[in-house]
């Protein structure tokens, strides 16, 4: 287990999900002008976790050669063509699954970077170097007794690292929507399987069609599946007004999302991916809070 959680004294926001954070994330893993800025989380706020995963918990869903890579960055370092590193990222990491698992254990919304969904078992990819949510599920299974676990990822993008690490294990459902063709280029028509549903929607895409296809296909694959617990890859750059996304979601529809995804399963918890737009990313995590908590 990793440490236990030390909270400020922040009174809780909401109902009954909390929002989890911890200021030293907008410190660490400096970014400079990259989209995922720092700033992203200046602008949210939360009760303070002070929790890192362990090493042995990244391992479920990470190769060693992967850790120990994160692990030894001293200096600024290009990972890919989208992911930088330096030598506070491994800092700012296992703080980021901290508190997702944090947020699994006591059913909150974790607002951390860097993102995570995109991070493979064996290399990072797209801004992310672990991927929380996977972590979290596996935390989940192993530490806490949930045996299924069902993943709804609704950021503009494809969550290709989780569904990889979860592809052909059949305790793991995984659900998608995303604009496509669209970075990473993965999850277009002809992916699913009996436990991965990926929905690719065209750019342009906005409220109506979104919440129909919604209410179509993945809330009866949850429902079918019957999940423990439901883990949520929010991300909000599938916004009007994200600079990264080409979809059309307003702010009303990240409200019902939420609200959808709490009816689901019986515990839910939630950890931030993408948003890129400072002026609404605070208004659109609220609107998922309210759903979330509703």
Known sequence: MGAGPARSSAARVGGDIELLTNPELAR????GTHPELQERLTVLSGTTVDRRATEEQVGRAH??????????????????????ATETSWKAALLAVGIALEAVDSGGFALVRPPGHHALAD???????????????????????????????????????????????????????????????????????????NVPLPEGTGDEAYLAVFAELVEPAVRRFSPDLLLVSAGFDAHEDDPLGGLALTEN???????RCASLAPRLAAVLEGGYNLATLPRLVAAAHAGFSA
């Open 63 to 84: 190769t060693a050669g992967h850790v120990a890579l994160l692990r030894g960055i001293d200096r600024e370092t290009q990972l890919d063509a989208d992911t930088v």
């Open 253 to 259: 529809c990240f409200r019902e999302l939420g609200e």
């Open 28 to 31: 660490l893993h400096p970014t």
């Open 123 to 197: 290399r990072a990819m797209g801004f992310c170097l672990l991927n929380n949510v996977a972590i979290a599920a596996r935390y989940a299974q192993a530490e806490l007794g949930l045996g299924r676990v069902a993943i709804v990822d609704f950021d503009v993008h494809h969550g290709n690292g989780t569904e990889a690490i979860f592809r052909g294990d059949d305790s793991v459902l995984f659900c998608s929507l995303h604009e496509w063709p669209f970075y990473p280029g993965t999850g277009g028509p002809g992916t699913n399987d009996e436990t991965t549903l």
